[in-house]
């Protein structure tokens, strides 16, 4: 079904736009931790996105997206009542989400944002819920006013240290799980660092749930694209995730998988730039 962008907005200079799209159904339906995959027009190619949010009453979804490759540019040229050909969804299995006492999420640069719709049902269900997000630099911190919204406190690192704790988000949460424990951890980032967050809180043994975003193609279990394996078995992202206990993770094949298409993704990336250089739009 296609659907209208409502609004647009540069939220991350250069390249990272937030996106207010019309989809009342998904709307209804969607919880969080779901994605959907849009397609631009006839001729692009399939992309999951995580939802940033869900407004039924608005019957509308958000989406915070990176401009990094061919189909993200592409979606960084459309404006405001602009429509998308194709978006599918709600997919995956939502977020799990019950009372269990201290909550810590861990977003890392933009993958916060996902993390928003899944905090406030977090709060809602009756949970202490603190977040640690991180980027490389002030500049690059994105939903904090969000999450310090709706979570019990935000503790803000960048690499750099020009706001916050230096460091990675991982030594935040050390000291965190050092100073008060958990009883849940969940993040959603760089795959890099999700591997990393599982690596602090083992010695804890504080549960761990990752939110997986792979190469996917159908999204409904039916390409194997989306493959990982986990505690030994071969799972499908798309359809059993993207959530999963990060210690069980086979962290090795997942970032060896991610960089499988590199190269054609640069070469489609390269033709595209040449065909619409014009076109890349400096944000609205
Ligand atoms: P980034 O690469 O700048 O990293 C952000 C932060 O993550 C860093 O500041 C650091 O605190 C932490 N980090 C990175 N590598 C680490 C390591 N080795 N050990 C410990 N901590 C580490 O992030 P970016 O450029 O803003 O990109 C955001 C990432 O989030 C992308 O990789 C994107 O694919 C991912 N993302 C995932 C989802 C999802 O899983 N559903 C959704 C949106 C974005
Ligand atoms: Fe095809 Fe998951 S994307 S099986």
Redesign the pocket.
Known sequence: MSAKIIEKKLIRPPDVFYYKVSAPLISKKARPGQFVIIRLNEKGERIPL?LADINPEEGTISLIV?AIGKTTSEMATMKAGDEILDLCGPLGQPTHIEKTGKVVLVG????V??LYPIAKAFKAAGNEVVTVM???SRD?LVYEKEMNAVCDRVVV?T?DGSRGIKG???AALEQELSKGGADLVMA???A??MK?VCRTTEPFKVKTIV???TIMIDGTGMCGGCRVRVGGETKFACADG?DFDGHLVDWDMLLGRQKMYVAQEKESFEAWKKRHAHAVSEGE
């Open positions: 995580s990176m890392g640069g933009f993958g944002a996902p991180g980027a490389r690059l690192t690499d990675p988000v991982t959603v980032g760089p890099i660092m990393f939110s997986l975003n993207p």
